[in-house]
């Protein structure tokens, strides 16, 4: 599990975030009737296995890490189905977000947390942020 992580996370690392969008788009709601659209990308980790990345882009400001949490906990289960038509045990997310803004030139700085969807025994996934 520490190996996958290391090899992930250093991946999305150095690839950069329009190499990783190229998968397809799923509109998901929110509680509060809020619309957004995720980029779902399976990807080959070895031959025996492939995980889902998860690509959420929040263009607002998030000023608490635990709002951030909550929206993965609602995005997650209108994605997992994907996962699960294909065998797939192991997703990653990733949540960007703005966290500040430059102050010359007010352009945003975009953050990047990631999150660890692992099926469990008894079927259900266990979400755990990684960074």
């Not at 150095?14 to 779902?40: P, Q, W, Y």
């Not at 209108?78 to 699960?84: K, N, W």
């Amino acid at each position: 599990m520490k190996r996958f992580l290391t090899v992930v996370i250093s991946a999305f690392l150095f690839l950069n975030c329009s190499e990783l969008n190229s998968g397809s788009k799923h509109e998901i709601k929110f509680a509060d009737g809020r619309k957004a659209e995720v980029t779902l990308d399976f990807v080959k980790e070895s031959k025996e296995k492939e995980i889902l990345h998860v690509t959420f882009t929040k263009d607002e400001q998030v000023i608490k890490i635990a709002d951030a949490d909550q929206e993965v906990n609602e995005i997650w289960p209108q994605v997992q189905s994907e996962a699960e038509k294909k065998e797939i045990n192991e997703a990653l997310i990733k949540y960007v977000f703005i966290a500040e803004f430059e102050e010359a030139s007010r352009k945003p700085v975009y953050q990047i947390l990631l999150y660890d969807a692992e099926r469990i025994e008894n079927g259900s996934w266990k979400i755990v942020r990684v960074n």
